[in-house]
C-alpha cells in the first residue's frame, strides 16, 4: 500500500505538469525524493518533468532509477524508450520498448511508444498501424497527434489531414493544431487558406507562441512570389541618399566590428585624400581604382548591413550612381545547362550596375569536384570580365567564410587579383551577443532580467564553440525561442506587466541551479562509484579542484594560469578509461570550461586518410565535431608512424598538435592506449608530449573488483548470484589475473564471463518450467 502523503504529492505533481508547469514540477519532486529516494513513481515523474522541460539527460537518469527500483512498471520503460529516441540512442530505445512489450504488449504506453519509435525509423506504414490501432480502442491525444505528423510527413490528401487535426482538437485543442493547419495548406498551395489562418490566429491571440511560426510559412510564400516576378533582392535599406558622415556614424553605431568599422574608416580616408589631391592639384583621375571586396567572417556578423552602408558611403563618395545593393547566391548565377550561366550571371550584373552588387556565400560558385556538369566556374568568368570591365560603375562584394572564400579565389587566378579589398568579420564576444539580445528583446518589447541575462549567456555559450556559430543569427533564434516559450507557459494565467515583458531563465529553459550543466556532487558521486581505481578517482579529483579553485580566482580577479588540460590515460584495455573520459567532460561542463561536455572517441582509423592530403582535413573534421567537449584518441600510439611512405599518421599528429595549442579553450584531448606503447609514442614526438601534462594510469583490476563488475552486471540485468558462484568466480578470476599480459580484458573479461553465463543459465532453463531463469548457477559459470 502506497503511502497517503507520496499519493499527494503525486497528484500535486501531475497537476503541475498538466499546466506544463514542469519547472515547479521539478523543484517539489526534487525535495520529496531526498525524502522517500525508493519511491520509484516519483523517480519517474521527474524523469517526466526534465522531459518537458528538455533536459534529457537528467530525465534518462531518474527514468532509469526509476526502472532499478520497480522494475516491472510498463509506463517507465515505455517512458525510457522514447527518451533514448529523443537523444538518438536507437539500440537503448528498442531494449527499453522491447522491456514495455515483453511486460505488456496491448498496453497503450508501450504501442505509441512502439509508434514513436518505427516514425523515428521512417517506418510510417508500420507507424500508422500502430497508432490506428490505439485510436480504435480510445481517443489519445499522443496518438492523434502523432498521425497528424504521420499524414504530413506522408503528404496525405489534404482532408484526411485536416480531419486528423479536428479529431485531436476535439480531445485536446491547443493553438499548435492552427500551425498544422497552416502545414497542410502549404504543402496543398492552398495560400489563401493559409493566410486566413494567419489572420484568425492574429485576431484571437495575437501574443500567440505559433503565430510567428505560420507567419513563416506565409513569408515562404512571398519569397516564391516575389523570386517569380523579380529574381533579384534589393538589400538597401531606403532610396534616401545619406552623407557620408550620416552612414559613418551608421556604422559606428552597430555592436561590435572594430576591425571592420577601421578597415571602411581607411577606404574613405583614402578616398577622400585622393578627392582632395585632384581637386587641389586640378587634375584628372586616370582610371578609377577599382572597389570590389571580400568580406570573410561566419554568418551573422552583420556583412550584409555593412555592404548596405557601404553602398550609401559609395554613393555620397560619387563612386556609384546609385546605394543600391543587388543580392544574389548561387541559385541566381548559375543555370541549368551550358551558356544558361553566363546569361543569369550578366542578368544580375546588369541590374546591379551603377550600384553594388553582393554575392552571398559565393564560395559555392566553385565546383565540389572535377564534374564537368557544375556551372560555377562559368558564373566566376563571367563576374572577373564584368569586374575589370564595369570597375568604374559596379562594385562587387563576395561573402563567406574563411577558408571556404580563400579556395573560391584559387579557382579563377583573376578572382583574386580583381577582388583587391579584403575585410574579416570577428565573431561576436560573450558581451556584445548580450547586447545584441538586449536589442532583439526590445523591438519586441522585452527586457531580460539580470538571471534571464545569466540564462542567455549559458545557452548562447554551447553555440559559441561551433566553428561555423552564426552569431547574431543564433541570438536572434535563442530570444524567439525564449519569447515563444513564455508564451507557451503562461498559457491562460493572468498576465501581469511584469511578467509579458520579461525574460527569465525559464523561458530560456534554464535551471540556474544547474548552469553549467549536471550536478557536480552528482557527478563526483558517480566518478566516486567506478570499481576500483582509487588513483585515477585522486588524480581526477585533484585536477578538477585545481581547475575550480582558478575559475574563482578569475571570477575574483585575481592572476590565474592557462590551464592546458589535456591528458593521457595508460594501461590496459576494460580498465575504465572511456567512462572516466566521459564523466571528466561532463564534470568540465558542469564546473563551466567546457561548453557542451560531449565525449567524441576516435581511433587511427577515423583521423588517418589513405592518400597525401587527406589526413589533415580529416583529422579536423573529427576536432571540429569535439569543440566544447573531449575527443577521446584510443590507441594513440598507433599514430606514430610506421615507416612507410604511405603512413600518414604523422600529419593526424601534426594537425592535433596545432589544434591543442591554438583550440585549447575550445575543446580537452585524452590520449589512451597501452603504458608501455604510449610512453614510447612520447618519446618519439616531443611536441604532443609537451602538451599533454596530466598523464594517469589505470591498473588492472584484481580479483576482487573483477567479482564486483561480474555482480553488478548480474543486477543491472536483474539475475541474482549466491556465495559459491562468486567463490567460484574469484577462483577463475584469481587463475586470469595470475596469467595475464597485455591483453588481459579487465572489466570486459567481467562482462564476458556474465554473458557466457547468461547463455548457459538460457540453456539450462529453457524447458524447465520449475528453474528460476533469474538465477545464475555455478552450473553456468
Given at each position: 500500500?502506497?503511502?497517503?502523503?507520496?499519493?499527494?504529492?503525486?497528484?500535486?505533481?501531475?497537476?503541475?505538469?498538466?499546466?506544463?508547469?514542469?519547472?515547479?514540477?521539478?523543484?517539489?519532486?526534487?525535495?520529496?525524493?531526498?525524502?522517500?529516494?525508493?519511491?520509484?513513481?516519483?523517480?519517474?515523474?521527474?524523469?517526466?518533468?526534465?522531459?518537458?522541460?528538455?533536459?534529457?539527460?537528467?530525465?534518462?537518469?531518474?527514468?532509469?532509477?526509476?526502472?532499478?527500483?520497480?522494475?516491472?512498471?510498463?509506463?517507465?520503460?515505455?517512458?525510457?524508450?522514447?527518451?533514448?529516441?529523443?537523444?538518438?540512442?536507437?539500440?537503448?530505445?528498442?531494449?527499453?520498448?522491447?522491456?514495455?512489450?515483453?511486460?505488456?504488449?496491448?498496453?497503450?504506453?508501450?504501442?505509441?511508444?512502439?509508434?514513436?519509435?518505427?516514425?523515428?525509423?521512417?517506418?510510417?506504414?508500420?507507424?500508422?498501424?500502430?497508432?490506428?490501432?490505439?485510436?480504435?480502442?480510445?481517443?489519445?491525444?499522443?496518438?492523434?497527434?502523432?498521425?497528424?505528423?504521420?499524414?504530413?510527413?506522408?503528404?496525405?490528401?489534404?482532408?484526411?489531414?485536416?480531419?486528423?487535426?479536428?479529431?485531436?482538437?476535439?480531445?485536446?485543442?491547443?493553438?499548435?493544431?492552427?500551425?498544422?493547419?497552416?502545414?497542410?495548406?502549404?504543402?496543398?498551395?492552398?495560400?489563401?487558406?493559409?493566410?486566413?489562418?494567419?489572420?484568425?490566429?492574429?485576431?484571437?491571440?495575437?501574443?500567440?507562441?505559433?503565430?510567428?511560426?505560420?507567419?513563416?510559412?506565409?513569408?515562404?510564400?512571398?519569397?516564391?512570389?516575389?523570386?517569380?516576378?523579380?529574381?533579384?533582392?534589393?538589400?538597401?535599406?531606403?532610396?534616401?541618399?545619406?552623407?557620408?558622415?550620416?552612414a559613418m556614424a551608421e556604422l559606428d553605431s552597430l555592436i561590435g566590428l572594430s576591425t571592420v568599422k577601421n578597415e571602411v574608416q581607411k577606404i574613405v580616408k583614402l578616398i577622400e585624400?585622393?578627392?582632395?589631391?585632384?581637386?587641389?592639384?586640378?587634375?584628372?583621375?586616370?582610371?578609377?581604382?577599382?572597389?570590389?571586396?571580400?568580406?570573410?567572417?561566419?554568418?551573422?556578423?552583420?556583412?550584409?548591413?555593412?555592404?548596405?552602408?557601404?553602398?550609401?558611403?559609395?554613393?555620397?563618395?560619387?563612386?556609384?550612381?546609385?546605394?543600391?545593393?543587388?543580392?544574389?547566391?548561387?541559385?541566381?548565377?548559375?543555370?541549368?545547362?551550358?551558356?544558361?550561366?553566363?546569361?543569369?550571371?550578366?542578368?544580375?550584373?546588369?541590374?546591379?550596375?551603377?550600384?553594388?552588387?553582393?554575392?552571398?556565400?559565393?564560395?559555392?560558385?566553385?565546383?565540389?569536384?572535377?564534374?564537368?556538369?557544375?556551372?560555377?566556374?562559368?558564373?566566376?568568368?563571367?563576374?572577373?570580365?564584368?569586374?575589370?570591365?564595369?570597375?568604374?560603375?559596379?562594385?562587387?562584394?563576395?561573402?563567406?567564410?574563411?577558408?571556404?572564400?580563400?579556395?573560391?579565389?584559387?579557382?579563377?587566378?583573376?578572382?583574386?587579383?580583381?577582388?583587391?579589398?579584403?575585410?574579416?568579420?570577428?565573431?561576436?564576444?560573450?558581451?556584445?551577443?548580450?547586447?545584441?539580445?538586449?536589442?532583439?528583446?526590445?523591438?519586441?518589447?522585452?527586457?531580460?532580467?539580470?538571471?534571464?541575462?545569466?540564462?542567455?549567456?549559458?545557452?548562447?555559450?554551447?553555440?559559441?564553440?561551433?566553428?561555423?556559430?552564426?552569431?547574431?543569427?543564433?541570438?536572434?533564434?535563442?530570444?524567439?525561442?525564449?519569447?515563444?516559450?513564455?508564451?507557451?507557459?503562461?498559457?491562460?494565467?493572468?498576465?501581469?506587466?511584469?511578467?509579458?515583458?520579461?525574460?527569465?531563465?525559464?523561458?530560456?529553459?534554464?535551471?540556474?541551479?544547474?548552469?553549467?550543466?549536471?550536478?557536480?556532487?552528482?557527478?563526483?558521486?558517480?566518478?566516486n562509484s567506478l570499481e576500483g581505481l582509487e588513483n585515477v578517482k585522486e588524480q581526477i579529483t585533484s585536477l578538477m579542484n585545481y581547475v575550480q579553485v582558478e575559475k574563482r580566482k578569475?571570477?575574483?580577479?585575481?592572476?590565474?594560469?592557462?590551464?592546458?588540460?589535456?591528458?593521457?590515460?595508460?594501461?590496459?584495455?576494460?580498465?575504465?578509461?572511456?567512462?572516466?573520459?566521459?564523466?571528466?567532460?561532463?564534470?568540465?561542463?558542469?564546473?563551466?570550461?567546457?561548453?557542451?561536455?560531449?565525449?567524441?572517441?576516435?581511433?587511427?582509423?577515423?583521423?588517418?586518410?589513405?592518400?597525401?592530403?587527406?589526413?589533415?582535413?580529416?583529422?579536423?573534421?573529427?576536432?571540429?565535431?569535439?569543440?566544447?567537449?573531449?575527443?577521446?584518441?584510443?590507441?594513440?600510439?598507433?599514430?606514430?608512424?610506421?615507416?612507410?611512405?604511405?603512413?600518414?599518421?604523422?600529419?593526424?599528429?601534426?594537425?592535433?598538435?596545432?589544434?591543442?595549442?591554438?583550440?585549447?579553450?575550445?575543446?580537452?584531448?585524452?590520449?589512451?592506449?597501452?603504458t608501455k606503447e604510449m610512453e614510447d609514442f612520447f618519446n618519439i614526438n616531443s611536441g604532443l608530449a609537451s602538451r599533454i601534462n596530466h598523464h594517469i594510469e589505470f591498473l588492472d583490476?584484481?580479483?576482487?573488483?573483477?567479482?564486483?563488475?561480474?555482480?553488478?552486471?548480474?543486477?543491472?540485468?536483474?539475475?541474482?548470484?549466491?556465495?559459491?558462484?562468486?567463490?567460484?568466480?574469484?577462483?577463475?578470476?584469481?587463475?586470469?589475473?595470475?596469467?595475464?599480459?597485455?591483453?588481459?580484458?579487465?572489466?570486459?573479461?567481467?562482462?564476458?564471463?556474465?554473458?557466457?553465463?547468461?547463455?548457459?543459465?538460457?540453456?539450462?532453463?529453457?524447458?524447465?518450467?520449475?528453474?528460476?531463469?533469474?538465477?545464475?548457477?555455478?552450473?553456468?559459470?
Amino acid at each position: 500500500m502506497r503511502d497517503e502523503k507520496v499519493e499527494i504529492i503525486i497528484e500535486e505533481v501531475n497537476n503541475l505538469l498538466d499546466e506544463n508547469n514542469s519547472l515547479r514540477a521539478i523543484s517539489v519532486l526534487k525535495k520529496e525524493i531526498k525524502i522517500y529516494p525508493e519511491k520509484a513513481e516519483l523517480h519517474y515523474l521527474l524523469a517526466r518533468a526534465y522531459y518537458d522541460n528538455e533536459r534529457l539527460e537528467r530525465a534518462i537518469r531518474f527514468a532509469k532509477k526509476a526502472v532499478e527500483i520497480e522494475e516491472n512498471v510498463v509506463d517507465f520503460y515505455a517512458l525510457l524508450g522514447e527518451l533514448y529516441l529523443k537523444t538518438d540512442e536507437i539500440k537503448k530505445a528498442e531494449t527499453a520498448i522491447e522491456k514495455a512489450i515483453e511486460l505488456e504488449e496491448e498496453s497503450t504506453k508501450t504501442k505509441l511508444s512502439q509508434a514513436k519509435l518505427a516514425f523515428y525509423k521512417k517506418k510510417h506504414d508500420k507507424a500508422s498501424k500502430l497508432v490506428t490501432s490505439i485510436l480504435e480502442k480510445e481517443k489519445n491525444v499522443e496518438a492523434s497527434r502523432l498521425n497528424v505528423k504521420i499524414l504530413l510527413h506522408n503528404a496525405a490528401e489534404l482532408d484526411d489531414i485536416l480531419k486528423a487535426i479536428e479529431v485531436v482538437a476535439e480531445i485536446e485543442y491547443t493553438e499548435e493544431l492552427e500551425y498544422d493547419k497552416a502545414q497542410a495548406y502549404f504543402l496543398h498551395k492552398e495560400y489563401d487558406k493559409l493566410k486566413y489562418v494567419y489572420q484568425q490566429m492574429n485576431r484571437k491571440n495575437p501574443n500567440s507562441s505559433v503565430l510567428k511560426d505560420i507567419k513563416e510559412l506565409i513569408e515562404q510564400i512571398r519569397v516564391r512570389e516575389k523570386d517569380d516576378a523579380n529574381p533579384f533582392k534589393k538589400i538597401s535599406k531606403s532610396s534616401e541618399e545619406k552623407t557620408v558622415d550620416e552612414a559613418m556614424a551608421e556604422l559606428d553605431s552597430l555592436i561590435g566590428l572594430s576591425t571592420v568599422k577601421n578597415e571602411v574608416q581607411k577606404i574613405v580616408k583614402l578616398i577622400e585624400y585622393n578627392q582632395q589631391r585632384q581637386k587641389l592639384l586640378d587634375i584628372e583621375e586616370s582610371g578609377r581604382p577599382a572597389y570590389h571586396f571580400a568580406f570573410l567572417g561566419n554568418p551573422g556578423t552583420g556583412k550584409t548591413t555593412v555592404a548596405r552602408i557601404l553602398g550609401d558611403i559609395f554613393q555620397s563618395l560619387g563612386i556609384i550612381e546609385k546605394n543600391e545593393v543587388l543580392e544574389v547566391d548561387r541559385s541566381k548565377l548559375v543555370g541549368e545547362f551550358i551558356g544558361h550561366t553566363a546569361k543569369k550571371t550578366s542578368e544580375a550584373i546588369e541590374a546591379a550596375m551603377g550600384g553594388v552588387l553582393f554575392v552571398d556565400e559565393a564560395y559555392a560558385l566553385a565546383p565540389s569536384s572535377d564534374n564537368s556538369n557544375d556551372f560555377g566556374p562559368e558564373a566566376i568568368d563571367t563576374l572577373v570580365k564584368a569586374m575589370e570591365d564595369n570597375r568604374d560603375n559596379l562594385i562587387v562584394i563576395l561573402a563567406g567564410y574563411n577558408d571556404e572564400m580563400r579556395r573560391l579565389m584559387k579557382v579563377n587566378p583573376g578572382l583574386s587579383s580583381r577582388v583587391n579589398l579584403q575585410i574579416q568579420f570577428e565573431d561576436y564576444t560573450e558581451d556584445q551577443l548580450l547586447d545584441i539580445a538586449h536589442s532583439f528583446a526590445k523591438k519586441e518589447h522585452y527586457t531580460l532580467t539580470e538571471n534571464g541575462e545569466k540564462a542567455f549567456l549559458q545557452k548562447i555559450s554551447e553555440k559559441l564553440v561551433d566553428e561555423n556559430f552564426a552569431n547574431a543569427r543564433e541570438v536572434r533564434n535563442i530570444i524567439e525561442a525564449a519569447i515563444r516559450e513564455k508564451a507557451f507557459r503562461l498559457g491562460e494565467s493572468t498576465f501581469t506587466k511584469k511578467n509579458i515583458t520579461q525574460l527569465e531563465p525559464a523561458d530560456f529553459g534554464v535551471d540556474l541551479d544547474q548552469l553549467y550543466g549536471e550536478d557536480l556532487d552528482y557527478l563526483s558521486e558517480e566518478l566516486n562509484s567506478l570499481e576500483g581505481l582509487e588513483n585515477v578517482k585522486e588524480q581526477i579529483t585533484s585536477l578538477m579542484n585545481y581547475v575550480q579553485v582558478e575559475k574563482r580566482k578569475e571570477a575574483l580577479g585575481l592572476p590565474t594560469n592557462s590551464m592546458a588540460l589535456h591528458m593521457a590515460f595508460l594501461g590496459n584495455p576494460g580498465t575504465g578509461k572511456t567512462t572516466v573520459a566521459r564523466l571528466v567532460g561532463k564534470i568540465l561542463k558542469s564546473i563551466g570550461i567546457l561548453k557542451k561536455g560531449q565525449l567524441i572517441e576516435v581511433s587511427r582509423q577515423d583521423l588517418v586518410a589513405g592518400y597525401t592530403g587527406q589526413t589533415a582535413p580529416k583529422t579536423l573534421d573529427k576536432i571540429k565535431e569535439a569543440y566544447g567537449g573531449v575527443l577521446f584518441i584510443d590507441e594513440a600510439y598507433s599514430l606514430a608512424s610506421s615507416g612507410s611512405n604511405n603512413d600518414f599518421g604523422s600529419e593526424a599528429v601534426s594537425t592535433l598538435i596545432t589544434e591543442m595549442e591554438n583550440n585549447r579553450d575550445r575543446l580537452v584531448v585524452i590520449v589512451a592506449g597501452y603504458t608501455k606503447e604510449m610512453e614510447d609514442f612520447f618519446n618519439i614526438n616531443s611536441g604532443l608530449a609537451s602538451r599533454i601534462n596530466h598523464h594517469i594510469e589505470f591498473l588492472d583490476y584484481n580479483p576482487d573488483q573483477l567479482v564486483n563488475i561480474f555482480k553488478l552486471h548480474a543486477k543491472n540485468d536483474g539475475y541474482s548470484v549466491d556465495e559459491k558462484v562468486l567463490g567460484t568466480l574469484h577462483e577463475r578470476f584469481e587463475d586470469e589475473y595470475a596469467d595475464r599480459s597485455n591483453d588481459f580484458g579487465n572489466g570486459r573479461l567481467a562482462r564476458s564471463y556474465f554473458e557466457k553465463a547468461k547463455m548457459k543459465s538460457a540453456n539450462r532453463t529453457v524447458k524447465d518450467l520449475e528453474a528460476d531463469i533469474t538465477q545464475i548457477t555455478v552450473e553456468d559459470i
